[in-house]
C-alpha cells in the first residue's frame, strides 16, 4: 500500500514531467526506481488475425467529369497498385464509337480538360504500362451545372424531405462494386439528453443508399440508444475483407430509456450488421458500465474505430471512457462471428492513464512495425492492447496524426488540450509519436484549448503550420476574464500568430492545384452557402455551394478532396474543377486518412490528415 502510495504521489509532484513511457527508462523509473508504468500484467502475444496479406478496399478508377459551365474537367484515381511509371488515355463517346481526346500519354496528372465537352457525354479512361493497355475504367456521365450560380454537384437523392442537421454521414463499399456508398444517422440531434431535454424521446435511425442514391433499409435504434454523438456510435467498413462493407454499432434491446431520455442500465452491445440489408450478423458485449467511469455522461461516453493490428487484418475496436476510466476491447470479424482479440484496463496499467481520452480515435503506425496503434489522446496503446506511452496531458479537444515537421524523422502528434486553466504550458504542444516525447508546447497558461488544426498554410515556411483557439465557455466555467484566444505555430513550435491572425478551425481541404490548403467558409444567413478560402486571401477560391457542410474527403478523382453537403432530400458532392498540376495515390488508400474519416460518425469531427506529409 505504502509503495503504490508513493507512486501517485512521484506522479502529483512530477506533473510537468517531458514523457511518461512504458519504454526502458522511463524519468520516474530513473527517478525513484520504479515500475511506475510498467503493465501489472504478463505482455500480451501480437495479434494474428484471419488475413494472410494486408485487406484493401477495392477501389475502382473513380472518374468524374465535371462541367464548369465553359468546358468539362475529367479526374480520375492514381491507385496504390499503379506502377510509377503508368500513363492513361482518355476517351468519350460509346464503347462502339470510342474518341481519343488526348494525343499524348497523360503522365503529369491524372486529369484532362475537354474544351468541347457537353452534358450528355460519358468518359473513360485507359491505363497504359510499358505501352501495353490495362483495364478500362468504369463510364462516367458528365455532372452538369444546374444553375448559373452554383458549382455543379452529384446529387444522392434522401428518402425524406426534412431540413437536415449535422447527419452523421459514414462511407463504405457496400454491394462490391467499387463505388462508395453512403450510411447516414437521422434525425440530426446532436446533444444528450441533459443537455436537450426536448431530445429525451428521440430515437435514431440508421439508413443505406447506394451510390446513386438506391434505397436499401433503414433501422431503428430503439430506445435503448440514446441521442447524442457519444450515445450512438457506428462505422462503415469491410471487417471481414470480402469486398463489401458492413456496419459495426452500438446496440441494446428496448425498454431502458428512463423518463428523462437517459439509460442507466441493462445490455449493452457492439452489433455488426449486413451493408445490404442491415440485417444483423453477430453481436458481443459492449465494455460495461462502472463507477470508475463516473456519472451518467461520462459513463456513455463510447468510441469505434478500425486499426491493422497485425499489418493485414482490420479489428474493430471498440472502446469506453474519455474523463476517468478508459477501456478498449478488439476484435476481428470473420465466419460471421466477432472474436475478441484482447482487453485493455487502463487503470490496471498504471493510474495517469486516466482522463486521457480524447474526441475521437485516430490509428496509425507510429513505431513502423507495420502495426497499427490507437492513439486514444495522450495515451497511445500499441498494436497488442498494451500501453505504448502516456504524456500525461489530461483530455484534449483535438488530436491529430501526422508529418508536420518533415525534416525530422518520423510521425507528430498535435494536441489540443482542453484541461481547464492549464499552468504547465501544454494546452497546445506536439509530441513525437514513436516514443511520446515532448518537442514543443505553448509553455503558458492557458484556458480550454477547444480546437486546433494543422494544415500547410504559408507556403514560405516549411512544415506544417498548427493552430488552436481557446473555448470561450473555458473562461466562463473558471470566471476567468479574457477573450478566445488563438494561437499559430509554425512545424518548429515559434507562435508567429495571435487573435485575428490566425485561421479558422473547422474544415479545411485540397482543393485548387496546389498542396496549400484551403478552408470551407459560410455566410452567416439564412443562405446556406458556401464558399472555398484561402488563408490571406481576400477573394474566395471559389463560391455559391448550398447546404449544411457533412463531410470534406477524397472522395472521387484525384487526390483532391470534395464537399458534401445535405439539403431537404439529398446530398450534393462537390468536386473540384481547378485543373491538378501533379498526381498522387487516391488520400482515401493512406491508412490514417481513411480511418480518420472512418469515425467522423461519432464525436467530435475533424479534417482528415495522412499519415505523410503533405505540402509545399
Known sequence: MKRNMMKVFAWMIFPALPVLSVQAQDPLELLYNFEILKPSHAPKPKVEGFARERAEERLNRGIVAVDDGRQVYVNWRLLKSDPAGVTFDVYKGTDAHPVKLNRQPLAATTGFVDKRGKKNDRYWIVPHVDGRPGAPSEKAFVTAKKSAGEPAYRSVPLQDSVMPGRRRLGIGDLNGDGEWDFVLLQPGVSKDPGFRPDSSQVTYQIEAYLHDGTFLWRNDLGDGIEPGVWYSPFIVYDLDADGRAEIALKTAPAGLRAPDGCVYQGDEWVSVWDGMTGKE????????????LGNYNRQSRNQLAVAYLDGKTPCLIVARGTYKAMFADAFQYTNGTLNKLWSWDGDE?????????????????????????????????????????????????????????PARPGLEIFYAVEALHDKDGQGVSVRDARTGAPLWSINRPTVHIGSGMVADIDPARPGLECFAAEDPKGHRAMQIPGNHNKYLFDAGGTLYGEGDDVPPMGDWLWWDGDKVREYIDWKRDNSRSLSVAKYGSAAAVQEGFKGILIMTADLFGDWREEIVTALPGELRIYSTTIPAVDRRTTLLQDNTYRQTITVRTMGYQQPPVPAFYLGE
Open 349 to 405: 496499467e498504471n493510474p495517469i492513464v486516466r482522463s486521457q481520452g480524447s474526441h475521437s480515435i485516430q490509428v496509425a503506425d507510429v513505431d513502423d512495425d507495420g502495426r497499427d496503434e490507437i492513439i486514444l489522446g495522450p495515451a497511445v496503446l500499441d498494436d497488442n492492447g498494451t500501453l505504448l506511452w502516456s504524456a500525461g496531458l489530461g483530455h484534449p479537444d483535438k488530436v491529430y496524426v501526422t508529418d508536420i515537421n
Open 281 to 292: 450478423l453477430s453481436r458481443a458485449p459492449w465494455p460495461a458500465r462502472t463507477e470508475r
